[in-house]
């Protein structure tokens, strides 16, 4: 996992997606991961632009019992405003800025989606199905 590290302009989800795929591969060959080892490693996948935030969630959270989707509800809702001001740098006229809380809104809409996802990501494949099934 040292060399799976965000890729320049790959927002969260696509870094989550690579994460989820490489997990579950390895789920396939017998690796089991916890919560809190999924928040760490996504959090070290982090480049340099998120210290700050990885930072402040470290110091912030308890990260062994906190859940992946709020990570992600967190991480994406910083996406959200990192862009924004990146938006802003590029363009001439001033933008009206999004108000707090509907960083909040998403981040809670976004936890939501995903828990009800959850249990669809880390099922485990039966290798062996149909084996054993036939009597003669």
């Not at 994406?76 to 800025?97: D, F, G, I, W, Y």
Request: proline residues 1%.
């Amino acid at each position: 996992f040292e060399l799976f590290k965000m890729q320049p302009k790959e927002s969260i989800k696509d870094l989550y997606n690579r994460l989820l795929d490489i997990t579950n591969g390895l789920l396939g060959l017998g690796k089991v991961f916890g919560q809190d080892e999924l928040v760490r490693k996504l959090l070290g996948c982090l480049n340099d632009e998120w210290e700050t935030k990885v930072t402040a969630i470290e110091e912030s959270k308890d990260l062994k019992t906190m859940e992946i989707e709020e990570l992600l509800g967190s991480l994406m809702t910083h996406e959200v405003k990192l862009n924004k001001r990146s938006a802003n740098l590029m363009e001439t006229k001033p933008e009206e800025e999004l108000e707090e809380e509907d960083y909040v809104l998403f981040a809670k809409r976004f936890t939501k989606f995903a828990k009800m996802n959850k249990a669809r990501r880390f099922q485990k494949k039966n290798f062996n199905k149909g084996e054993g099934s036939k009597m003669d």
